[in-house]
Structures are given as C-alpha cells and as structure tokens.
C-alpha cells in the first residue's frame, strides 16, 4: 500500500483559517457503515445519532505556548517550537535557524533568559532553559501559541481559547485534539442530559503529527513518538459501557491512538508511556464503536487511520462528498462522525 494511495485534490480555500464565532456550529459529515447515503448536519446536532449509555471519550489534553524565538550569539535570528517538556527545565524541541546551531551554544530568547543546546538527535534539539522560573511556568506568560503550519496567520487573543479544548487539563501538548474543539459547555449538558456519559484519556500531540511521509511504502514509515496515559478508571467506564450494550465513542484520532495503545490480549488496560502506534488499513480497531474526527491532511497517518476505522474506499468517497459540499478542513475546519465497517 502506498502514500499515494490516499491523495485528495483540495482547494486551498477550503482550509479553515480561524474558527467559527461558536465552537458547535460546525458542519458534521455522518458516515454511516455500509453504503448508507452521507448526512449533512452540524455538531450541535451530535446528540441524535448518540444513545443513553453510550461513552463519549475526550483526549484532556492542554496546548503549551511552545514557540519561542531568540536570537545565537553569532546574530542569527532562530524560532524554537518545544515539543516536549523535559526535567531539569529542559526540553526537546524544533529550532528554525540559517545556520544549525552545536552543542554548548546559547540561544539569547527575545522573552528573557537562554536556552543551551545541550544536544541533537535528528531533527530535534535538547535544550536547557535558563529562565528566572520553572519551564512549564514560564512558558504560560513568554511562549506564543504554535498554531498549525497550514493556518497563515499569526495567533491572536481569541485563539488562547479556541485552540483550547473546554475541557482541556494536563499541559504538555504543542497541538491541538482537534476533534474536542468543537464541544462546548452548551453541547457537553445537552448530550449529558441524554444520557450519554464522558470518560478522558491523555495523548501529548506532538510537532511529528505535522511532519509528512517521507516514504511512499507506508510499510516503511516510522512512526514519531507521543506520551499518553490511559487511567483505570476510564478503562472501568469503558468496561461498563460494553457490559450494559452501550458504545464507546472517541473523540478525536488521539483517542484512538491511546487506546489502541492501551489494548492487552484484545482487552483494554491501564497504560501510561510512549506510543508509536501506526494504525493503517489492514490493521483493526477493536476499542471504540464510533469516532468523531476532523477532516485530515492528504497522505497523512490520520487520514489512513480513519481508512482503518471506515473502509478507505468509503473515506475517499466521504471527502469527495465534503470538497463538493465546501466543507472546511484541518484544525479549525468541520468534523466527521464515523461508524466502523460492517466487518470491523
């Protein structure tokens, strides 16, 4: 199977570039298992198609302010994009620079203090911040927002919340679940009031989620690497939900992917650690009945998960659906509501 295989021509215009004024107003494709015809609805109408009993999964994750910028002793100006707090105020990170800086240089941060490149390990870079507070503290009042690569503009106050999930706890993310963007107070009481009950799990996204294949064998990519934590109590809800003939129902690929994670002998257990888990089609997904997701970006590892999930033929006929009907797409874009394959 090849990267090629889930190519997609998109209209530049259809990238979203800022979120809606409210976060349920967006556009949900359905896409019913089989070959039931697709619906055109809108996330505020999510509570239809979800039953009493059924688990909605949330990936609780919280967006560092992780992009920094400064400048190397020689002069040359550099951007940092964290993607991974460290002990000992040190982190791994990205560092945009004309000229890659070594080991033992410094790296004067136009927010204050310096950060020492202790070391290099492919594309990304260890350093030790010497700033007048912890890191993580720090960041919260000198680091920028990243916002994904495809939006072409700089953050601004409105998206320290929308880049945010309401329900949003455990830093150490540097993008995005997108999916849980589009829930908000209004829409969780709805769907609570139905019945339907929500568990979390934790998936540090990381910066490698924007990195292209660089193979056209997809049996030959590697994977980048996140931390997640799968708790015993969402593994009990879990275990409840199937025992009273309710659905599970992830809210994002993130979820997916800490729970495919997190499966032991075809059953799901407490995890916490690093995944690389790469889900493509040909492998099965046995922890969720349902997922919720955001439009993904050609060729990409989540576009081939979902494959995974719905059947690749009826994904590549949904996102032709989608481009015909101007959905928007990626992080601020519309979402989808996904069933599995009759044969999952």
Same mark, same amino acid.
């Given at each position: ?5 889930f ?44 039953q ?9 994750? =919280?967006?560092?302010?992780a ?37 033992g ?24 911040f010497?700033?007048?507070?912890? /890191?993580?503290?720090?960041? %919260? ?68 989620t ?24 969402l593994?009990? %809800? ?30 799901? %257990? ?18 969720? &009945? ?11 590892? /989540?576009?081939m ?10 994904i ?7 481009? =015909? ?8 874009? &519309?979402?989808? /509501?996904?069933?599995?394959? =009759?044969?999952?």
């Amino acid at each position: 199977m090849k990267k090629s295989d889930f190519h997609f021509d998109l209209p530049e215009a259809l990238i979203a570039q800022a979120p809606l004024p409210e976060r349920s107003a967006s556009r949900l494709l359905v896409v019913p298992p089989g070959d039931a015809p697709f619906a055109d609805r809108h996330v505020r109408d999510l509570p239809e198609w979800l039953q009493p009993g059924d688990l909605l999964v949330f990936n609780d994750t =919280r967006v560092i302010p992780a992009r920094l910028f400064g400048q190397k002793e020689s002069g040359g100006r550099v951007e940092i994009l964290i993607e991974r707090l460290l002990p000992e105020n040190a982190a791994r990170a990205q560092v945009g620079a004309s000229k890659s800086p070594k080991p033992g240089s410094r790296i004067q941060l136009d927010a204050g203090g310096e950060a020492e490149v202790v070391g290099r390990d492919g594309e990304f870079y260890q350093l030790r911040f010497h700033v007048p507070d912890s /890191l993580e503290s720090w960041l %919260q009042k000198a680091g920028r927002l990243p916002l994904p690569p495809y939006i072409q503009r700089a953050p601004g106050q409105d998206d320290d919340e929308r880049y945010q999930t309401v329900f949003a706890r455990e830093l150490g993310a540097v993008a995005a679940p997108t999916a849980g963007l589009h829930f908000d107070d209004a829409l969780l009481a709805t769907l609570r009031d139905r019945g339907v009950e929500f568990g979390h799990v934790t998936l540090h996204v990381g910066a490698g989620t924007f990195q292209p294949m660089r193979v056209d064998n997809i049996h030959e990519h590697r994977m980048h690497s996140e931390w997640l934590n799968v708790g015993a109590a969402l593994v009990e %809800q879990v275990r409840a939900t199937r025992a009273r003939g309710g659905r599970v129902i992830a809210v994002g690929t993130t979820v997916v992917r800490a729970l495919e994670s997190a499966m032991r002998e075809g059953e799901l %257990q407490p995890f916490a650690g690093e995944t690389q888990i790469f889900i493509f089609p040909g492998y099965r997904i046995r922890s969720v &009945d349902a997922m919720v997701t955001n439009f993904h970006l050609p060729e990409s590892t /989540l576009l081939m998960l979902v494959s995974a999930f719905a059947g690749k033929d009826r994904i590549m006929a949904a996102y032709a659906h989608a481009v =015909r009907e101007q959905y928007r797409f990626f992080s601020y874009g &519309d979402a989808m /509501l996904l069933f599995p394959e =009759r044969t999952q």
